[in-house]
């Protein structure tokens, strides 16, 4: 007999890993990053047993959907909830794109997403059994900042894809997106280490620094039943940082 699971992308470190911690108590999950003892580590944090692991480097996304269904019919295992928590940040200016980075950014943000999304919507690779998704995107999307333009677009493409789905698989599948600001996690540590940057991010902040934990109850509100009448929303997790931009505008 198969088992429900929720697949978490990005699982390993950051965000990602505060919504396994979050989820882990009262949900099985398959845990999903490039690095597989980074995975052992997050999973053997779990206060409970019975988690999977799948190592796949997201940012050569061909054949990832075929390589998962596989992974599905091996374990016995089908996907109830996806939260794409897998995600490539870095500041390129428009004058000096690379477009290796590009890609990268563009595979692992969105185009990994939309193939794991092609294969968990497949009844015979998952049996009808996905009932919602949830993306990661940024607040980026709503307040520019120099140096962030394929971030930006990437995760813009997010919410656009996360909108169209809400409509093309409901009812059965709920979609959303949760857009945090400025946080401390993986891919920002090194910034947080200095003072200067940490006091311009509490002061943008008028409920001053976030937590990954934020952005992880953000994540299971959006899954739960609490939510069964909210699909194709952008949830904005910013500590109020636009409604402080919003107030200085009016001014």
């Known amino acids: 007999m198969r088992e429900a699971f929720t697949l978490v992308t990005g699982a390993a470190s950051g965000f990602g890993r505060s919504i396994v911690e979050k ?4 949900r099985r999950l398959v845990l999903s990053d490039m690095a597989a003892e980074k995975l052992d580590a997050a999973r053997s944090a779990c ?3 019975g988690h999977l692991l799948w190592a796949r480097d997201l940012s050569r996304p061909e054949g990832v959907g075929a390589e998962f269904a596989a992974f ?20 390129q200016f428009a004058r000096a794109h ?3 980075f590009v890609a990268r950014v563009f595979n692992v943000n969105l185009f990994s997403a939309m193939e794991l999304i092609r294969t968990l ?3 015979k690779a998952n049996s009808g059994a996905l009932r919602s998704i949830t993306i990661i995107s ?9 140096g962030q333009c394929v971030y930006a677009a990437s995760k813009g493409a997010v919410n656009g894809m996360c909108l169209a789905l809400a409509v093309e698989l ?7 997106a949760v857009l945090p600001s ?12 200095k003072p200067e940057f940490v006091a311009a991010i509490k002061a943008m902040h008028p409920l001053g620094l976030g937590q990954p934990g934020d952005v992880a109850d953000a994540v299971e509100f959006l899954m739960s039943d609490r939510a069964r009448w909210i699909s194709g929303h952008e949830l904005v997790v910013d500590g109020g940082r636009l409604a402080g931009k919003t107030l200085l505008a009016a001014k």
């Open 138 to 146: 940024s607040v980026g999307t709503r307040v520019g900042a120099t």
């Open 98 to 100: 690379d477009m290796a």
């Open 72 to 91: 599905l019919a091996k374990e016995n295992a089908y996907i109830e909830h996806f939260v794409h928590s897998a995600g490539v940040f870095g500041h």
């Open 182 to 193: 400025i946080i401390e996690s993986g891919m920002n540590r090194g910034e947080f280490s």
């Open 47 to 49: 206060v409970t047993p």
């Open 121 to 123: 919507t497949q009844k």
């Open 170 to 176: 409901a009812p059965t599948v709920r979609v959303n």
């Open 23 to 26: 989820l882990s108590p009262s």
